[in-house]
């Protein structure tokens, strides 16, 4: 039975979906003003793997991951760059689709857009307004806090401790308009010049948090499977979400809430973040890093724990990764001379393994006790595929199973078609690792064309290759 750790009730709960066999799922996307950097690569990674862990269980999942694509940063950016708000978003929507798309991330049954639900985010205001739970000055309108008698309970704090956090998301003017510092907005008046909407208290827009309250409710349920987001979203976003749905619907907005942990860079672990101007964009990485390197990075790190970016951690990532992929290619290779039948004791191994993983992944999504199972059953495979004699159906049952396990993190195992320009550079890059004593290097080098049928051979005339 898989186990989820509920931040709301702070501890390990079964999971078990309003509807059988159906999970509704809300991801809060990216605002969409510059292209996203690791750490919100992370969040998009690791709830897809959270994602695709419930697929392979057979669950079908409603997946929604909105858009924020109106709010200060894009009026700032859009003005900078002198375009519109909405062709800013169109320009990092599209980097957003193309980093993620290259990062194997599923698309989700839904992207909504703030911007295409403005009617509904006003009737979930109007309705707020009519139980006393917000009110309007000056053409903005905020929501009172302390109405809501659960507020704090999603981050556990006090009445205290959030006001003092929540006068760090506002400005001085912001708050001599409220009632009270806790209160925030759920529409802001227009200023002069800029993007607005029409609405019963003046031309406007949305505040940050009400839109995904609206598009969480209208596009999965009244109450939600899961919720999840970046640890830095739990306040004051995702509490105020629960604020601003519960007293109109009078239902628990989500059932449980997940929420990832930070992506840390340099020596002292700072967490990293456009704010503090340590960020790395996805953009720029994926110009020197293989897309499967990172993702498996991202991925093979359990959701609620910490990342510590550095090339170290990438260059382990991609040994590693290639360590499965050369198991894939040795299987491949070994097919063209298998006996036909199947081996029984193979066959009872794989069936443990698969046991196995579960039994880790069903440990709140633990990726990292997960990917160690492969690793064991790549090593069997590898030992297996150098037999002398192998049984075809054997082999095939340690691809499906090595294949279908790793699509889990997000990974493509596939054979490699490679040619003689190909093999020419490899051998170069070899000789070159030869010389600077990276033996390591070399023998992997050798070895991966070797899965490939192709034997190197080392003479005092230079290096030669043949095809077996």
Not at 171 to 185: G, I, T
Request: proline letters at 4%; glycine letters at 6%.
């Amino acid at each position: 039975m898989l186990k989820i750790y509920n931040d709301l009730t702070r501890q390990m709960e079964e999971f078990t979906p309003q509807q059988p066999g159906v999970v509704t799922m809300y991801v809060c996307g990216p605002t969409v003003y510059n292209y996203i950097h690791i750490g919100n690569a992370r969040s998009v990674v690791a709830f897809d793997t959270v994602r695709r862990y419930l697929e392979f269980l057979g669950y079908q999942v409603n997946y929604v991951s909105n858009f924020t694509d109106v709010d200060d940063k894009m009026i700032k950016a859009a003005k900078e760059q002198g375009i519109t708000v909405p062709q800013l978003a169109e320009k990092y929507i599209a980097a957003f689709m193309e980093d993620t798309t290259a990062l194997n991330v599923e698309p989700a049954t839904l992207h909504p857009r703030a911007t295409d639900n403005i009617a509904g985010i006003i009737d979930l205001i109007s309705a707020l307004i009519e139980k006393g739970y917000a009110y309007e000055v000056s053409g903005t309108v905020y929501y009172r806090a302390r109405k809501f008698a659960g507020y704090g309970k999603l981050s556990g704090q006090s009445i205290d401790d959030l006001e003092t956090g929540a006068s760090e998301h506002v400005s001085a003017a912001e708050v001599d308009q409220k009632e009270d510092p806790l209160d925030f907005a759920l529409w802001k008046a227009a200023k002069p010049g800029e993007i607005s909407w029409d609405s019963p208290w003046g031309a406007g827009r949305p505040g940050w948090h009400i839109e995904c309250s609206v598009m969480a409710t209208k596009y999965l349920a009244e109450t939600v499977d899961i919720h999840a987001g970046g640890q830095d979203l739990t306040f004051p976003h995702h509490e105020n979400e629960i604020a601003q749905v519960e007293p109109v619907t009078g239902k628990p907005f989500v059932r449980y809430w997940m929420h990832n942990g930070f992506v840390t860079i340099g020596k002292d672990n700072e967490k990293m973040s456009k704010s503090l101007h340590n960020f790395v964009t996805v953009h720029e990485i994926l110009k020197t890093v293989d897309p499967q390197v990172l993702r498996f990075f991202m991925a093979t790190t359990q959701y609620r724990r910490p990342i510590q970016y550095s090339q170290e951690k990438l260059t382990d990532a991609a040994n590693n990764l290639a360590h499965l992929q050369h198991t894939y290619d040795n299987l491949t290779y070994r097919q063209q001379d298998a006996a036909a039948g199947d081996d029984p004791a193979v066959t009872a191994k794989l069936a443990e393994f698969k046991d196995r993983f579960i039994t880790a992944m069903n440990d709140d999504i633990n990726v990292q006790n997960g990917i160690a199972v492969v690793y064991e059953l790549a090593k069997e495979a590898n030992v297996y595929a150098q037999q002398e004699t192998v049984q075809a159906d054997a082999l095939t049952g340690f691809l499906d199973l090595l294949t279908e396990l790793t699509a889990i993190f997000g990974i493509k195992l596939e054979s490699k078609q490679i040619d003689d320009a190909a093999i020419e550079a490899l051998i170069e890059k070899r000789n070159q690792a030869r010389k600077e004593k990276n033996f390591a290097l070399s023998d992997q080098i050798r070895d991966d064309l070797k899965a490939q049928g192709i034997i190197l051979e080392d003479t005092p005339q230079g290096t030669r290759y043949r095809k077996e």
